[in-house]
């Protein structure tokens, strides 16, 4: 996989996560180890998305989703606005 493939692949996977934290959750539950260990970068998304639950504000969940995708390199402002610089 290419660095363009694999940005894209991580932006989808924060979409993802941003969107839906649940489903998230269960994504990553089902994708192995080995796997995950390839995507280490987004290791921290993966924690927030663990520690999410609904008791928790969503926008407080979204603003720390949105501080890792920048911290990745990514512009990513809403669920809406998504874009990879």
């Known amino acids: 996989m290419n660095s363009s493939e694999h940005k894209k692949l ?3 996977i924060i979409e993802m996560a941003y969107d839906e934290p649940e ?3 269960l994504f990553f539950s089902f994708i192995p180890h080995s ?3 390839q995507l280490n970068d987004l290791s921290e998304i993966i924690s927030i998305v663990n520690a999410y639950n609904d008791t928790h504000p969503i ?3 979204h ?3 949105i501080r ?3 911290k990745l390199g ?3 402002t809403n669920s809406k606005d998504k874009v990879i610089n």
Do not use: P, Q, T
Request: hydrophobic content about 45%.
């Open 10 to 12: 991580v932006l989808s």
């Open 23 to 25: 489903n998230a959750k």
């Open 35 to 37: 796997i995950l260990e």
């Open 59 to 61: 926008d407080d969940y």
């Open 63 to 65: 603003e720390k989703i």
């Open 68 to 70: 890792e995708a920048r």
């Open 74 to 76: 990514l512009n990513f």
